[in-house]
């Protein structure tokens, strides 16, 4: 832990006078790099989880406890000084405050006494820095951008240089414009691509970009090498940029920028994974035990851009099991969302010719049973138990309080079915949790690609929002027995293509809090009920209502935190939240 005083804008008064025996001077960086290094360590704490729920505040799912803070926020008590897991406003500025700090300081550091070492050292944590102020902006960006009072659309405020006690900081809470902001966050990734490796990998030969530093392989990679493989690299810096291209073309967000520009973003990157030959076949389940137990030394399985480190533990497990094998049965999905996944034959439920009403989980897109535990799901694995969701089961709902599924259905994509949950048999098994995957950036594409150029053009890039499309569905294995004929009935029409991918979104990127923020951006009803499905013994079943949202439209646009807007009179808040 680095103990210094910059801990983020909770305060003004005593934050920068601490017990100076309790800490060390800044000035102390210059002779010790592990003190400086601690700077940018803790602004990498400050990132965002992959896997923080919002589903439970989206048509995709509910949460089985009843004081869980997203299931207040979602039915009416969603206030600016209440509870928010989207609150990135503490912990974001937080880390930026140490990356300004850290880059004030980096030029005077002794990091080597090797002058060509020191040099390139300089030039990573510099790429690093920067890479890192540009994520943790467009945190914030998502979470807390909106509209004021006067219909402007705002951004958050950026801050470039370190705030200090003595410094304003209430003219540094001003809002800048929402593109202004975007502008800013891309520049510091632009800085961070310019500087750093697309990846960290040990080199036969200095790459000619680092050449004006040193020579001497060994050097390089001491210092960009394989050993520094998931801090920020080009590649993600890339990855960033496309995602926030795509929420300042979106509608919510203004078309702040044009679609064709938020498309040859993520093309940047599609090219250099093989275009569209890099949808690969099985990336659907980038999750599975073959690929988590087989981690090391920091390589990503091909379908993952950056990701946390590799954990051994049952905690997921644990949470999200159904409770006759043990689990907590936190996450329900919906009825809304099961009913996204097409027949085998690619064609929604509701015109497939396939689908049987009586047998509704047959003959389904394989990414269902991928995806999600119903009502007769098989667990392979450790034991082969059969889950039955019926009425008056363990499972059912309402069968344990709290524990049991409100939906009947219960989350599998997080999850590794080789993990015994049963108390005196535990097992653990490697986790690890993405922050990026390819099949994202696939998907930003093709909806850019299609409201750029049409469903076929590609713009010059090599392959259209149809191909990306079909790739990915073809990876799924549907539509396999007639061409994907709903997919070339969609690709006549912008329109159609549009919700085609927009529900290929919602598949694929189900349970990874990627629907929150569609939703917002697509300025699409935040209200629809959420479903779920009561089996009763006979075999029949019903379909009823769980939960009904209470969103106001204003609500379209999270609130910047009270608490920070008592503080200073320049940070206007977003439109709604008094």
Partial sequence: MVAVASLGLTSCDDLFEPAKQNFKDLSQMETEPDFAMGFLTRAYSSLSGYYTNTEYATDNAVVNQNSEGFRTM???????????????????YAGIQYINQFL????DVEWSADPERREMLSVRLRGE??????????????????????????GVPYLESYLGANDDMNAAMARPSFKECVEKIKADLNRAIEILPLDYEDMDEVPAKYTQYTDDVAIYNRTMGSHFRQ???????????????????????????SWTEAAEASAVLLMENKGIDGVKAGAYEYYVAGIADNLQEGVNPSEIIWRENVADNNNTESDNLPPSLNGNGRMNPSQNLVD?????????????????????????????????????????GVDNVTVSTVAGSTDGIGGVEQRSSRTGYYMKKRLRMDVNCTAGSTTTKPHYTPRVRYTEIYLNYAEAANEAYGPKADGGNGFSAYDVIKAIRQRAGIGAANGDAYLEECAASKEKMRDLIRNERRIELCFENSRFWDLRRWKLDLNETVKGIDWQADGTYKIIDVETRDFEDYMAYPPIPQSEILKYSNLQQNMGWH
């Avoid at 540009?134 to 004021?148: E, F, N, S, T, V």
């Avoid at 920020?232 to 810096?237: D, E, Q, Y």
């Avoid at 439920?349 to 009502?375: E, H, K, T, V």
């Fill in 129 to 154: 820095a920067y890479g890192l102020r540009g994520i943790l902006h467009y945190q914030l960006l998502r979470a807390h951008a909106g509209y004021d009072d006067a219909g402007q659309l705002l």
């Fill in 340 to 380: 996204a996944f097409p027949t085998a034959s690619g064609y929604p439920i509701g015109i497939a010719d396939d689908y049987d009403a009586a047998d509704p989980y047959a003959n389904r897109d394989p990414r269902l049973s991928a995806y999600i535990i119903y009502n007769g799901s098989t667990r392979v």
């Fill in 104 to 107: 004030s300081k980096i030029d």
């Fill in 231 to 257: 801090l920020v690299s080009g590649r993600i810096a890339q990855a960033y940029i496309s995602r926030l291209n795509l929420l300042a073309a979106s509608d919510g967000f203004g078309n702040s920028i």
């Fill in 74 to 92: 979602a039915t009416g008590g969603w206030t600016s000084s209440s509870w928010t897991g989207i609150n990135e406003w503490s912990g974001s």
